[in-house]
């Protein structure tokens, strides 16, 4: 398709397959022609059912989901994947759904695009995603703080010696504050650097924030580690778990 460049390609995921997963066959066509011509391999699924037997059978480096799917929605999938994988996963949610993009969140999507949506900013967001789910940069040795193991280049962290199951951002939003601790952030910088948005709904951060703590502390209830600053936004304690 003109005017679609070759982000895949560009950016070293050329080949990369992406799972589209999308009841409205018109809406599914469009998406799969923007990221075949940027690149991808794409996959089709038409409700949630086929989306976890094309999970099973083609293993996709990426999942771009309806959060409304016959038989089994979308955050129902999501929390499937979540049991037991690390795919990133994008819903594609109403325009104006704050609940859904919530809920979608909570169930771990990694990221939302609202509908209508632009072709060309999903095929972007699915390679902000995947490049940062993909160690294909320069490593980074792994650093020890705080009972914590994080291996940034394979992006695992181990806490007491086990890993963690975190997706994309939950992730990425760790490895932040970990390199900036004691340092409260807003959650509009936190946006900015971890999702890359200068604009967007400040509730991502705190639903990410919020998976994140179930699976860092202790006690999510009163957290020791992620600490939230009121008035300001967050900040790492690292020490305080020792």
């Known amino acids: 398709m003109a005017g679609v460049e070759p982000e895949a390609a560009a950016a070293g995921l050329a080949d990369r397959r992406v799972l589209v997963v999308e009841d409205d066959e018109t809406v599914r066509e469009v998406v799969k ?5 940027a690149g991808y391999i794409v996959d089709e699924a038409a409700d949630g059912f086929a989306a976890l037997e094309s999970i099973e059978r083609v293993a996709p480096d990426l999942v771009v989901m309806d959060r409304m799917l016959p038989g089994i929605d979308g955050a129902q999938v999501c929390r499937r994947i979540r049991a037991s994988a690390d795919i990133p996963v994008i819903l594609l949610t109403a325009l104006g759904g704050t609940d859904d993009r919530i809920d979608g969140l909570e169930a771990g999507a990694d990221d939302y695009v609202t509908k209508p949506f632009s ?16 160690a294909d940069y320069a490593p980074e040795a792994p650093f020890e703080l705080g009972g914590f193991r994080i291996h940034p280049s394979a992006r695992i962290v181990h806490k007491g010696g086990m890993p963690l199951v975190l997706s994309v951002r939950e992730f990425e939003l760790f490895a932040f504050l970990l390199k900036h601790p004691h340092r409260a952030f807003t959650r509009e910088e936190l946006l900015q650097a971890v999702w890359g948005w200068r604009f967007g709904d400040l509730s991502t951060v705190t639903v990410t924030m919020r998976r994140l703590r179930e699976k860092v502390e202790d006690d999510p209830q009163h957290p020791r580690i992620l600490r939230t600053v009121w008035g300001v936004g967050y900040r790492l304690d690292i020490e305080e778990a020792e």
């Open 33 to 37: 022609t923007y990221l075949d011509a």
């Open 119 to 134: 072709p060309r900013e999903l095929v972007l967001r699915v390679h902000s995603v995947l490049r940062r789910s993909i």
